[in-house]
């Protein structure tokens, strides 16, 4: 059965970094794209960034030049290296990845950042 779980959340400051990781396991044999999704209290939830299995990225333009998103194959991992933190960063942030042709998605974690 195939599972994504992430890490890494927590409360931070504004103008800090965090780095969430996202760790597929569970009958692997192919992950295409995978991407980074938020939802804020009351909003629906966005796409953040995305990474194909070339390393074409994608990012919001909410967050280009302050998060970057990176993958090791090796690991099935996918990671969201977020800086210069803004209060409204803060949401739930839940990974999703195209696995052996199917969609999964991880649980979220939450990132809070206080002014």
């Known amino acids: 059965q195939v599972q994504l779980v992430e890490s890494g959340g927590g409360l931070v400051q504004a103008g800090g970094s965090l780095r969430l990781s996202c760790a597929a396991s569970g009958g692997i044999f192919r992950i295409d794209a995978m991407r980074w999704y938020r939802q804020a209290p009351g909003k629906q939830r966005e796409l953040v960034t995305a990474?194909?299995?070339?390393?074409?990225?994608d990012y919001a333009e909410s967050v280009k030049g302050r998060f970057a998103i990176s993958r090791d194959d090796a690991k099935n991992t996918v990671y969201l290296q977020m800086n210069s933190l803004k209060p409204e960063d803060t949401a739930v942030y839940y990974c999703?990845?195209?696995?052996?042709?199917?969609?999964?998605w991880g649980q979220g974690t939450q990132v809070t950042v206080s002014s």
């Open positions: 990474i194909n299995r070339s390393g074409n990225i």
């Open positions: 999703q990845a195209s696995i052996n042709f199917r969609d999964y």
